[in-house]
């Protein structure tokens, strides 16, 4: 079992900045990758970013290419996800997800673990 945990959402005024954060707990270590996914109200799901926890690749949504910063720190087990020049259309609530494999990505059937999401407004 695994347990994800993330903390850190909030309000903000757009162009600003925020940082979430996704703790891991339990038997996380056969889980090579994590990720960042968001939903906003009457949407699905959508990718937001992914990163091996053992090689630090990552990847990312067009969306948010060169505004968002996903990292990993192995020693905490803590996912985090750095958003700056932040706008109305992040308003969301942002998961953190483990996966043993990507074969699908963007799609989140991999992702077997869950986080209860951290809820992120970006206010004009």
């Known amino acids: 079992q695994v347990q994800l945990v993330e903390s850190g959402g909030g309000s903000v005024l757009a162009g600003g900045s925020l940082r979430v954060s996704c703790v891991a707990s339990?038997?996380?270590?056969?889980?090579?990758?994590m990720a960042w996914f968001r939903q906003s109200p009457g949407k699905e799901r959508e990718e937001v970013a992914v990163?091996?926890?053992?090689?630090?690749?990552?990847i990312y949504a067009d969306s948010v290419k060169g505004r968002f910063t996903v990292s990993h720190i192995n020693a905490e087990n803590t996912l985090y996800l750095d958003m700056k020049s932040l706008n109305p259309e992040d308003t969301a609530i942002y998961y953190c997800?483990?996966?043993?494999?990507?074969?699908?990505?963007?799609?989140?059937?991999?992702?077997?673990?869950w986080g209860q999401g951290t809820q992120v407004t970006v206010s004009s």
């Open positions: 339990g038997r996380i270590y056969s889980y090579k990758y």
């Open positions: 990163i091996s926890t053992m090689s630090g690749g990552t």
């Open positions: 997800a483990a996966a043993r494999t990507i074969d699908n990505w963007p799609s989140s059937r991999d992702f077997q673990y």
